[in-house]
Nanobody, 123 residues
């Protein structure tokens, strides 16, 4: 499985951005897909998860109500829509997939990772 994230860029505070994650490789049917982010000089942090089959979403408190995860099963794509962006949302954003059951928030619980895409929010 290969994952590739894209869509990052520079945006002003209060703006919006949509990140995409494309999956390819063997038959792709994970239990869940997640987004993580890593701010400058800090550890990778959980953003949110979507269950692949049902499309159920879960979010970190810091992004709840501002970020939305969706997926297109036919295209093997996952999206992260980010609204009301804040300077503290600046980070490298990565997508990841998990084959095992359960919604997890630790990076070590995910099996495959895409390269990150930089999101910079200016004040």
């Amino acid at each position: 499985v290969q994952l590739q994230a894209s869509g990052g860029g520079l945006v002003q505070a209060g703006g919006s951005l949509v990140l995409s994650c494309a999956a390819s490789g063997r038959t792709f049917s994970p239990y869940a897909m997640a987004w993580f982010r890593q701010p400058p000089g800090k550890e990778r942090r959980y953003v949110g998860t979507i269950s692949w089959s049902a499309g159920t979403t879960f979010y970190a408190d810091s992004v709840k109500g501002r970020f939305t995860i969706s997926r297109d099963k036919a295209k093997n794509m996952v999206y992260l829509r980010m609204d009301s962006l804040r300077p503290e949302d600046t980070a490298v954003y990565s997508c990841a997939s998990r084959d095992g059951f359960g919604v997890k928030t630790r990076p070590s619980d995910y099996d495959y990772w895409g390269q990150g895409t930089q999101v910079t929010v200016s004040s």
